[in-house]
Nanobody, 119 residues
Framework: QVQLVESGGGLVQAGGSLRLSCAAS????????MGWYRQPPGKQRELVAR???????EYADSVRGRFTISRDNAKKTVALQMNSLKPEDTAVYYC?????????????WGQGTQVTVSS
């Protein structure tokens, strides 16, 4: 069974840094897009950063220059280095991957990890 598990969330002061990690496991044949989304309190889930087709990186305007996404294809992991954190970065962060498994291509989501940035 395919699973995506996030780690690395926590509480940090404004200006600080956190590194989120996500590991995909299970009977995965291939992974296309893989990245991070977040959902602030009372708001819709939004894209933070992703690697498209394992080649092209895409960042939300709000995090560009502060966050860095990276993938390790061999380990089936994706990480998000978050620097210069702001209170508005507070959200539940979700790892997501478009991958090929027993049911074909589909999107998978992790359980989410809380990131709280204090002012």
């Amino acid at each position: 069974q395919v699973q995506l598990v996030e780690s690395g969330g926590g509480l940090v002061q404004a200006g600080g840094s956190l590194r989120l990690s996500c590991a995909a496991s299970g009977s995965i044949v291939d992974i296309n897009n893989m990245g991070w989304y977040r959902q602030p309190p009372g708001k819709q889930r939004e894209l933070v950063a992703r690697v498209i087709g394992g080649i092209i990186t895409e960042y939300a305007d709000s995090v560009r220059g502060r966050f860095t996404i990276s993938r390790d294809n061999a380990k089936k992991t994706v990480a998000l280095q978050m620097n210069s954190l702001k209170p508005e970065d507070t959200a539940v962060y979700y790892c997501s991957a478009n991958l090929f498994a027993a049911t074909g291509w589909r999107d998978y989501w992790g359980q989410g990890t809380q990131v709280t940035v204090s002012s």
